[in-house]
Nanobody, 129 residues
Framework: VQLVESGGGPVEAGRSLRLSCAIS????????AGWFRQAPGKGREGVAA????????YYADSVKGRFTASVDNAKNTVYLQMSSLKPEDTAMYYC????????????????????????WGQGTQVTVS
């Protein structure tokens, strides 16, 4: 399984940006896909989790109401739509995937924890000014 993020870049505060995460896989296995970010000098923060098999999403309080995670299984792609961006959203953003049976625990605080995610993308930089 390989994950490739795209869509990052510089953006003005208050504007929107959509990140994409293309997931290459050889089977139809469903995954819990998480979006994480890491700002310079800070730890990695989980911001959103979504199960590719369907169901609710889960967000960190810091992005709730502003970010939306979604899945397009026809394209094997997970998205993170970011709106009302703030300078404090500046970070390297990563997508990650882990297999969970029937998506159990994905849309929960567990989905925002980086442990258990065994597939990671290379990251895409988002800079808000």
């Amino acid at each position: 399984v390989q994950l490739v993020e795209s869509g990052g870049g510089p953006v003005e505060a208050g504007r929107s940006l959509r990140l994409s995460c293309a997931i290459s896989r050889t089977t139809s296995t469903t995954y819990c896909a998480g979006w994480f970010r890491q700002a310079p000098g800070k730890g990695r923060e989980g911001v959103a989790a979504v199960y590719t098999g369907g169901g609710p999403t889960y967000y960190a309080d810091s992005v709730k109401g502003r970010f939306t995670a979604s899945v397009d299984n026809a394209k094997n792609t997970v998205y993170l739509q970011m709106s009302s961006l703030k300078p404090e959203d500046t970070a390297m953003y990563y997508c990650a995937a882990k297999w969970v049976p029937n998506g159990v625990g994905c849309a929960s605080p567990s989905g925002l924890g980086s442990s258990g995610y065994n597939y990671w993308g290379q990251g895409t930089q988002v800079t808000v000014s």
